[in-house]
């Protein structure tokens, strides 16, 4: 059974920062790249940034660049989403996602498994 469960969501003030974690179960974490996508309401899911299986490669959408950074720890089966200096336009329903491998990419089509999501909400 595939399980990826998000947590560390919350309410911030603009210009805070959160840290997102994914725990993941059921697959051979450190063979998927992993993703972290995030849907805000009436808009389409669009993708955040991806990290390859080993952990050595990295993208970010131009959006989030210099301000949030991915990791993941395979010994823990988990991966992490630092967002820093945090803007209202940030307000989403965060999704970590898994892919089976390929290149490292933040397309929705390329994930083959998803968690729950995680609410972030930033105010002005």
């Known amino acids: 059974q595939v399980q990826l469960v998000e947590s560390g969501g919350g309410l911030v003030q603009a210009g805070g920062s959160l840290r997102l974690s994914c725990a993941v179960s059921?697959?051979?974490?450190?063979?998927?790249?992993m993703g972290w996508f995030r849907q805000a309401p009436g808009k389409e899911r669009e993708g955040v940034s991806c990290i390859s299986a080993s952990g050595m490669s990295e993208n970010y959408a131009d959006f989030v660049k210099g301000r949030f950074a991915i990791s993941r720890d395979n010994a823990k089966n988990i991966v992490y989403l630092q967002m820093n200096n945090l803007k209202p336009e940030d307000t989403a329903v965060y999704y970590c996602?898994?892919?089976?491998?390929?290149?490292?990419?933040?397309?929705?089509?390329?994930?083959?498994?998803w968690g729950q999501g995680t609410q972030v909400t930033v105010s002005s």
């Open positions: 996602a898994a892919a089976a491998g390929g290149a490292v990419v933040i397309e929705a089509r390329e994930y083959d498994f």
């Open positions: 059921g697959l051979p974490f450190s063979s998927h790249t």
